[in-house]
C-alpha cells in the first residue's frame, strides 16, 4: 500500500469534518491504489466494497445514482433501502411531523445523527416531532428530504460515535451527503408512479448541469419537482357511521383519513461551485433553496361528544352558547342528547329543542349557539403546512507552503442555514368565538436559523514512527436561533363564549399568541484535535478530544480512540471506544404547541409548555441538561477481491435522554394554584407536556455487510448482503412524567432485525436488480397510543424491491420498478375486542417499519448528456 493511499486511508475521518478530503474504497487493483481515486461504492450493485477496508470505522459509501433506483421520491426512504440501521416511519396524522419526518440511525433519534453537507454541518429543521414515534418523540434533526439525488455524487454514512470529532449529535454516527461536482455534461428525468391501489400518484422532474467556472473551476446545477397525491387507508368510524344511520347527512366517508399528505409544488435547487486559485489552493461555494407545500389529516371532530366544543358532560348535554352573556338578556336551554334505546345511536340534530337554537328566524335562536349550526356532521381539521430550507456556504481550503506548517491543509469557511415552518389549520373553528369564527388560519411559523464559522488544519507530521502522523486541529463558532411567529389573531383569540367552557383557539393546532412569539438564541465555541498514526505497517490508532462550551449549560470535554490491526493481507481487526454528548436544541428549550393526542381512544388536547415555563414547573419541569454517551464498538473486515464482508458491534450508553414528556393531567383541584403561577385559562388544559431529561439507555447491535461479485449469465452479477440487530434497553426512566407504554416504545417500537438481500445483473444494454428487505417483529401502536387500548407485538415481515433498466442509447435510459413489488401488508388493526380499528377508522398500525400504503409501481425515464 502505498504512503499516499495510506495516509489518505487515515484521515477519513478527519476529512468527513473538515470537507476537505474525499472518502477512499479499497480497490484490488494496486495501480488504481497509486492514485487518489474516489469511488461510489454501493451494496447491491457493484462488486466493489461498500464500507472502506482501511477505516478503523465502519463507513458506508452510496453513490447518489444508486440512491435513485427506487421507487420513492423521498431521500429518507431512499436511504432505508440502501443501509439496514437507518430506519425512517410515515406519519399520518403527527403535527408538524407529518411535513418533516423524523429518522433513526442505529436505533436513536433523528437528532443523534449528525447530517453534513460537503463535509458542513447542516442546519437543523425548525419542525420538532411533537409525535415522532416513540423513540423520536421531540426530535429535532435536520430536514434530509430536501436534498433530492440527483444532487448527489455519494452519500458517506459513518456508523460510530464521534461527538468527539464533530461536536453535538453524533451520538449515533454521521451521514455527509457530497454533492456533484461535474463542470460538464448532465441529465433530466422525469419519473411517475402511484400505489396499487390507485392512489397517491407522484410525479417528479429533476435534472443536472455541470458547467465550466472560467478553466479552473466548475458550477454544477440540480433541480427537483414534485408533486404527490394524498393516499388513504380509512375505513369509516363506527360513531360516524351511527350517526349516519340516525339521518345525520353531513357525514363524510370516511369522516377521517390515515393516509400520506399531499404534497405540492416542491421545488428543490442546489447548486456547488469550485474554483481553483492557483498554488493548491481553492475557493468553494454551495448551497439550497427549497419549498413545499403539504397538507395531511387530523382527528374527526363527533358532533355530539367532543368535549368543550360540541358538549360537556362527556356527550350526554349539548353545550350551547349564550351570545349575549349569561345573565342577560335571553337564557339559553341546556340540551341533553338523546339516544334511541333501540340501536343506541343519537341525533341531536332531529330533537325540538335543537330545533329551537339552530332556528335562525326567532331572537331566541339568534342568541343562543352551537357548533353543529356550522358543522352538523362533526369537522375533521386538515393541517398543513409551507417549509422553505435555504442555506449557504462559502470557503476555501489549501495547501500552506513555507514556514512551520509547510504542507499543512487548512479548510475556512462560514455558512447559514434557515428552515421556516408556517402552519395552517383548515376546516376548524375557534369555538370560543361562536358563529364568528373563520373556518381556516394561519397559526403562525417555526424559525430556526444556523450560523456557523469553521477553521481546520491538518498535517504531516514525522515523529520517527511507520509513516508521518496525521495531526488534525480546528476551532468552531455557532449561533443557532429557534423563533417563534403568532399567528393571526382569529388562531389563539379567547373569544366571549371562553367563559362558558367553549374551547380557545383553531381547534386541533391553537395558534401561537404574543405571549408564545418571540426568539431565543444560544451560541457555543468549539476546538478539537484529532491525530493518527501507523505504529507498525499493520497497526494504526487515532485519537481525538474536543472541548464545547455554550452560553446556555456549560462546557463539555468528550474523546475518541479508534484502533486497526491487519492480520493480513485479507483481514482486519477495528476498534473504538468514545465519550458524547448532544446539547439540547434552542427549540425543545423554548417550543411552545397545542396538540391533539389519542390516549386509551379519546381525544386529549395536550399544551406543550417549555420546561421553565410555570405551568411545566408546575408538574415537575425544570432546565434541560445535555444529553451524554459512552460508546464501544469492535469489528473485522475480510476482502479477497470477490468477497467483502465487514461484521462490527455497537454499544452505546446515553443519559439524560431528552425526550417529551406522556400526558400529565391537570387537576382541578390545582386550578387556583396555577392561575396564582400566571397560567392563562387553566381549565381548558385538559394535560400538559414538556421536554424533560427522561430517561437513561442501552443500545447494542451488529451490522453486517457481505458482497460477493462474479460473471454469470454473460454478465456481471453482485450479491448483497446487509443485516443489522439492534436493541435498545431503557436503564432508568421517570415514572412521573414517563409511562410504562412510552418505555415499551422505546425498547421495542422498531424491530431488533432487519435485513436486504440484494441481487443485481447488468448487461451492456439491461440492467436490473430484486431486492429483498426484512423486517423482524415491533411493537405496534396507533396514533401514538402506546396504552394496550391500541398497541399489540406486530409480527415480521418481508417486502421484494425490484427494477429493470434498458440502456436504449448513450443518452437514454428507460426504466421500470416497483416497491413492495408482492403487496405486502402492514400489521392490520385488531377488530373484535380491540377497538382501535373501528374508532379511530384506520386499517393499520401506522408505527410500521415499512410503508403501510402497501405496493408502488413506477416508470422513470432519463435523458444524459
Same mark, same amino acid.
Given at each position: 500500500m502505498s504512503t499516499?493511499?495510506?495516509?489518505?486511508?487515515?484521515? /477519513?475521518?478527519?476529512?468527513?469534518?473538515?470537507? !476537505?478530503?474525499?472518502?477512499?474504497?479499497?480497490?484490488?487493483?494496486?495501480?488504481?491504489?497509486?492514485?487518489?481515486?474516489?469511488?461510489?461504492?454501493?451494496?447491491?450493485?457493484?462488486?466493489? &466494497?461498500?464500507?472502506?477496508?482501511?477505516? &478503523?470505522? &465502519?463507513?458506508?459509501?452510496? *453513490?447518489?445514482?444508486?440512491?435513485?433506483? $427506487?421507487?420513492?421520491t423521498d431521500m429518507l426512504d431512499m436511504l432505508v433501502g440502501a443501509i439496514p440501521s %437507518? +430506519?425512517?416511519?410515515?406519519?399520518?396524522?403527527?403535527?408538524?411531523?407529518?411535513?418533516i419526518r423524523p429518522v433513526n440511525l442505529r436505533g436513536l433519534s433523528s437528532d443523534s445523527t449528525l447530517i453534513l453537507l460537503n463535509g458542513k454541518r447542516r442546519h437543523r429543521a425548525s419542525v420538532i416531532a411533537f409525535q415522532g414515534g416513540g423513540v423520536n418523540d421531540g426530535a429535532q434533526g435536520p430536514d434530509i428530504s430536501v436534498i433530492p439525488s440527483v444532487a448527489l455524487k455519494q452519500v458517506e454514512v459513518l456508523r460510530d460515535g464521534a461527538a468527539a470529532q464533530y461536536g453535538s449529535d453524533a451520538i449515533a454516527g454521521v451521514m455527509n451527503f457530497v454533492l456533484k461536482d461535474d463542470a460538464d455534461g448532465g441529465s433530466i428525468s422525469v419519473k411517475r408512479g402511484e400505489y396499487y391501489e390507485g392512489d397517491g400518484a407522484a410525479t417528479i422532474v429533476d435534472g443536472n448541469l455541470g458547467l465550466p467556472f472560467t478553466d479552473d473551476g466548475f458550477v454544477n446545477l440540480s433541480f427537483q419537482l414534485k408533486n404527490a397525491d394524498a393516499t388513504s387507508r380509512s375505513v369509516q368510524r363506527p360513531d360516524a357511521q351511527g350517526l349516519s344511520d340516525s339521518g345525520n347527512t353531513s357525514i363524510n366517508d370516511p369522516a377521517q383519513v390515515w393516509g400520506n399528505p399531499e404534497i405540492e409544488d416542491d421545488i428543490t435547487l442546489f447548486a456547488n461551485v469550485g474554483l481553483?486559485?492557483?498554488?493548491?489552493?481553492?475557493?468553494?461555494? %454551495?448551497?439550497?433553496?427549497?419549498?413545499?407545500?403539504?397538507?395531511?389529516?387530523?382527528y374527526y371532530r363527533n358532533p355530539h361528544n367532543r368535549g368543550n366544543v360540541y358538549s360537556v358532560d362527556d356527550?350526554? !348535554?349539548? /353545550?350551547?352558547?349564550?351570545?349575549? *352573556?349569561?345573565?342577560?338578556?335571553?337564557?339559553?336551554e341546556t340540551i341533553p342528547i338523546l339516544v334511541d334505546p333501540d340501536t343506541g345511536n343519537s341525533n341531536v340534530l332531529g330533537q325540538d329543542d335543537y330545533a329551537l337554537i339552530a332556528d335562525n328566524s326567532t331572537a331566541y335562536g339568534q342568541n343562543c349557539f352551537?357548533? +353543529?349550526?356550522?358543522?352538523?356532521?362533526?369537522?375533521? &381539521?386538515?393541517?398543513?403546512?409551507?417549509?422553505?430550507?435555504?442555506?449557504?456556504?462559502?470557503?476555501?481550503k489549501g495547501e500552506i507552503s513555507g514556514g512551520f506548517l509547510d504542507e499543512a491543509y487548512y479548510d475556512l469557511s462560514g455558512s447559514v442555514g434557515r428552515n421556516a415552518s408556517t402552519f395552517f389549520l383548515n376546516n376548524t373553528i375557534n369555538p370560543s368565538l361562536g358563529p364568528e369564527s373563520p373556518m381556516s388560519f394561519e397559526t403562525g411559523k417555526y424559525i430556526q436559523l444556523e450560523k456557523t464559522f469553521n477553521f481546520d488544519i491538518s498535517k504531516g507530521v514525522e515523529v520517527g514512527l511507520e509513516e508521518p502522523m496525521n495531526?488534525?486541529? *480546528?476551532?468552531? @463558532?455557532?449561533?443557532?436561533?429557534?423563533?417563534?411567529?403568532?399567528?393571526?389573531?382569529?388562531? @389563539?383569540?379567547?373569544?366571549?363564549?371562553?367563559?362558558?367552557?367553549?374551547?380557545?383557539?383553531?381547534?386541533?393546532?391553537?395558534?401561537?399568541?404574543?405571549e408564545s412569539a418571540g426568539e431565543n438564541v444560544r451560541r457555543n465555541v468549539a476546538a478539537y484535535v484529532d491525530v493518527e498514526t501507523y505504529f507498525t505497517d499493520a497497526f494504526m490508532m487515532g485519537a481525538a478530544v474536543r472541548y464545547e462550551d455554550f452560553t446556555s449549560f456549560g462546557d463539555t470535554l468528550n474523546y475518541k480512540l479508534t484502533g486497526q490491526f491487519s492480520v493480513n493481507d485479507e483481514f482486519s481487526l477495528r476498534a473504538s471506544h468514545s465519550t458524547g454528548f448532544r446539547a439540547p436544541t434552542v427549540g425543545q428549550a423554548n417550543v411552545v404547541n397545542t396538540q391533539t393526542s389519542i390516549v386509551e381512544g379519546d381525544l386529549i388536547q395536550t399544551f406543550l409548555a417549555p420546561p421553565t415555563d410555570p405551568l411545566s414547573s408546575f408538574y415537575g419541569g425544570k432546565e434541560l441538561d445535555p444529553e451524554e454517551s459512552v460508546s464501544y464498538a469492535f469489528g473485522g473486515v475480510y476482502s479477497d477481491g470477490a468477497l467483502f464482508v465487514t461484521l462490527d458491534y455497537y454499544n452505546i450508553e446515553v443519559t439524560d435522554r431528552i425526550a417529551q414528556s406522556s400526558q400529565i393531567d391537570v387537576d382541578p383541584n390545582d386550578y387556583d394554584a396555577l392561575r396564582a403561577a400566571g397560567v392563562q385559562n387553566p381549565e381548558l388544559i385538559s394535560a400538559v407536556t414538556y421536554f424533560a431529561n427522561d430517561f437513561d439507555t442501552t443500545t447494542q447491535g451488529v451490522d453486517l455487510v457481505a458482497n460477493y461479485g462474479m460473471e454469470l449469465? +454473460?454478465?456481471?452479477?453482485?450479491?448483497?448482503?446487509?443485516?443489522? @440487530?439492534?436493541? !435498545?434497553?431503557?436503564?432508568?426512566?421517570?415514572?412521573?412524567?414517563?409511562n410504562e407504554g412510552k418505555v415499551r416504545r422505546l425498547e421495542e417500537g422498531m424491530p431488533e432485525h432487519r435485513a436486504t438481500f440484494t441481487i443485481a445483473q447488468s448487461w451492456d444494454s439491461v440492467s436490473m436488480f430484486v431486492r429483498t428487505n426484512y423486517f423482524g417483529e415491533y411493537y405496534a401502536t396507533h396514533a401514538d397510543d402506546t $396504552?394496550? @387500548?391500541? $398497541?399489540?407485538?406486530? $409480527?415480521?415481515?418481508?417486502?421484494v424491491d425490484a427494477e429493470v433498466s434498458y440502456f436504449y442509447s448513450d443518452s437514454i435510459t428507460l426504466s421500470a420498478g416497483a416497491n413492495n413489488l408482492f403487496d405486502q401488508e402492514a400489521e392490520e388493526l385488531k377488530r373484535g375486542d380491540d377497538p382501535a380499528y373501528g374508532v379511530l377508522g384506520a386499517k393499520f398500525y401506522e408505527s410500521g417499519p415499512f410503508d403501510y400504503n402497501g405496493g408502488y409501481y413506477y416508470v422513470k425515464a432519463t435523458y444524459n448528456f
Amino acid at each position: 500500500m502505498s504512503t499516499k493511499f495510506r495516509t489518505a486511508t487515515l484521515a /477519513l475521518a478527519v476529512g468527513f469534518a473538515l470537507g !476537505t478530503v474525499p472518502a477512499y474504497a479499497a480497490e484490488s487493483d494496486a495501480a488504481a491504489k497509486e492514485k487518489d481515486v474516489e469511488k461510489i461504492v454501493v451494496v447491491g450493485s457493484r462488486a466493489a &466494497p461498500r464500507s472502506v477496508a482501511d477505516s &478503523p470505522v &465502519p463507513v458506508d459509501l452510496i *453513490g447518489g445514482d444508486e440512491l435513485a433506483k $427506487s421507487g420513492s421520491t423521498d431521500m429518507l426512504d431512499m436511504l432505508v433501502g440502501a443501509i439496514p440501521s %437507518f +430506519n425512517v416511519r410515515a406519519q399520518p396524522i403527527s403535527d408538524a411531523a407529518t411535513l418533516i419526518r423524523p429518522v433513526n440511525l442505529r436505533g436513536l433519534s433523528s437528532d443523534s445523527t449528525l447530517i453534513l453537507l460537503n463535509g458542513k454541518r447542516r442546519h437543523r429543521a425548525s419542525v420538532i416531532a411533537f409525535q415522532g414515534g416513540g423513540v423520536n418523540d421531540g426530535a429535532q434533526g435536520p430536514d434530509i428530504s430536501v436534498i433530492p439525488s440527483v444532487a448527489l455524487k455519494q452519500v458517506e454514512v459513518l456508523r460510530d460515535g464521534a461527538a468527539a470529532q464533530y461536536g453535538s449529535d453524533a451520538i449515533a454516527g454521521v451521514m455527509n451527503f457530497v454533492l456533484k461536482d461535474d463542470a460538464d455534461g448532465g441529465s433530466i428525468s422525469v419519473k411517475r408512479g402511484e400505489y396499487y391501489e390507485g392512489d397517491g400518484a407522484a410525479t417528479i422532474v429533476d435534472g443536472n448541469l455541470g458547467l465550466p467556472f472560467t478553466d479552473d473551476g466548475f458550477v454544477n446545477l440540480s433541480f427537483q419537482l414534485k408533486n404527490a397525491d394524498a393516499t388513504s387507508r380509512s375505513v369509516q368510524r363506527p360513531d360516524a357511521q351511527g350517526l349516519s344511520d340516525s339521518g345525520n347527512t353531513s357525514i363524510n366517508d370516511p369522516a377521517q383519513v390515515w393516509g400520506n399528505p399531499e404534497i405540492e409544488d416542491d421545488i428543490t435547487l442546489f447548486a456547488n461551485v469550485g474554483l481553483d486559485l492557483g498554488n493548491d489552493n481553492e475557493f468553494y461555494m %454551495f448551497g439550497n433553496y427549497s419549498e413545499r407545500d403539504a397538507t395531511g389529516g387530523f382527528y374527526y371532530r363527533n358532533p355530539h361528544n367532543r368535549g368543550n366544543v360540541y358538549s360537556v358532560d362527556d356527550g350526554e !348535554t349539548l /353545550l350551547v352558547g349564550d351570545l349575549d *352573556g349569561v345573565g342577560t338578556g335571553i337564557e339559553c336551554e341546556t340540551i341533553p342528547i338523546l339516544v334511541d334505546p333501540d340501536t343506541g345511536n343519537s341525533n341531536v340534530l332531529g330533537q325540538d329543542d335543537y330545533a329551537l337554537i339552530a332556528d335562525n328566524s326567532t331572537a331566541y335562536g339568534q342568541n343562543c349557539f352551537a357548533v +353543529n349550526e356550522m358543522y352538523p356532521g362533526g369537522y375533521t &381539521p386538515s393541517f398543513a403546512g409551507n417549509i422553505v430550507d435555504t442555506a449557504l456556504t462559502i470557503g476555501t481550503k489549501g495547501e500552506i507552503s513555507g514556514g512551520f506548517l509547510d504542507e499543512a491543509y487548512y479548510d475556512l469557511s462560514g455558512s447559514v442555514g434557515r428552515n421556516a415552518s408556517t402552519f395552517f389549520l383548515n376546516n376548524t373553528i375557534n369555538p370560543s368565538l361562536g358563529p364568528e369564527s373563520p373556518m381556516s388560519f394561519e397559526t403562525g411559523k417555526y424559525i430556526q436559523l444556523e450560523k456557523t464559522f469553521n477553521f481546520d488544519i491538518s498535517k504531516g507530521v514525522e515523529v520517527g514512527l511507520e509513516e508521518p502522523m496525521n495531526v488534525a486541529a *480546528g476551532l468552531e @463558532w455557532r449561533e443557532e436561533s429557534f423563533e417563534i411567529v403568532a399567528g393571526e389573531e382569529a388562531s @389563539w383569540k379567547a373569544g366571549d363564549l371562553a367563559d362558558q367552557g367553549f374551547s380557545i383557539g383553531s381547534h386541533g393546532f391553537k395558534g401561537f399568541g404574543p405571549e408564545s412569539a418571540g426568539e431565543n438564541v444560544r451560541r457555543n465555541v468549539a476546538a478539537y484535535v484529532d491525530v493518527e498514526t501507523y505504529f507498525t505497517d499493520a497497526f494504526m490508532m487515532g485519537a481525538a478530544v474536543r472541548y464545547e462550551d455554550f452560553t446556555s449549560f456549560g462546557d463539555t470535554l468528550n474523546y475518541k480512540l479508534t484502533g486497526q490491526f491487519s492480520v493480513n493481507d485479507e483481514f482486519s481487526l477495528r476498534a473504538s471506544h468514545s465519550t458524547g454528548f448532544r446539547a439540547p436544541t434552542v427549540g425543545q428549550a423554548n417550543v411552545v404547541n397545542t396538540q391533539t393526542s389519542i390516549v386509551e381512544g379519546d381525544l386529549i388536547q395536550t399544551f406543550l409548555a417549555p420546561p421553565t415555563d410555570p405551568l411545566s414547573s408546575f408538574y415537575g419541569g425544570k432546565e434541560l441538561d445535555p444529553e451524554e454517551s459512552v460508546s464501544y464498538a469492535f469489528g473485522g473486515v475480510y476482502s479477497d477481491g470477490a468477497l467483502f464482508v465487514t461484521l462490527d458491534y455497537y454499544n452505546i450508553e446515553v443519559t439524560d435522554r431528552i425526550a417529551q414528556s406522556s400526558q400529565i393531567d391537570v387537576d382541578p383541584n390545582d386550578y387556583d394554584a396555577l392561575r396564582a403561577a400566571g397560567v392563562q385559562n387553566p381549565e381548558l388544559i385538559s394535560a400538559v407536556t414538556y421536554f424533560a431529561n427522561d430517561f437513561d439507555t442501552t443500545t447494542q447491535g451488529v451490522d453486517l455487510v457481505a458482497n460477493y461479485g462474479m460473471e454469470l449469465f +454473460n454478465g456481471d452479477t453482485q450479491l448483497s448482503l446487509a443485516y443489522n @440487530w439492534n436493541k !435498545t434497553d431503557v436503564d432508568k426512566f421517570n415514572p412521573e412524567t414517563t409511562n410504562e407504554g412510552k418505555v415499551r416504545r422505546l425498547e421495542e417500537g422498531m424491530p431488533e432485525h432487519r435485513a436486504t438481500f440484494t441481487i443485481a445483473q447488468s448487461w451492456d444494454s439491461v440492467s436490473m436488480f430484486v431486492r429483498t428487505n426484512y423486517f423482524g417483529e415491533y411493537y405496534a401502536t396507533h396514533a401514538d397510543d402506546t $396504552s394496550e @387500548w391500541g $398497541s399489540e407485538t406486530a $409480527s415480521s415481515a418481508v417486502t421484494v424491491d425490484a427494477e429493470v433498466s434498458y440502456f436504449y442509447s448513450d443518452s437514454i435510459t428507460l426504466s421500470a420498478g416497483a416497491n413492495n413489488l408482492f403487496d405486502q401488508e402492514a400489521e392490520e388493526l385488531k377488530r373484535g375486542d380491540d377497538p382501535a380499528y373501528g374508532v379511530l377508522g384506520a386499517k393499520f398500525y401506522e408505527s410500521g417499519p415499512f410503508d403501510y400504503n402497501g405496493g408502488y409501481y413506477y416508470v422513470k425515464a432519463t435523458y444524459n448528456f
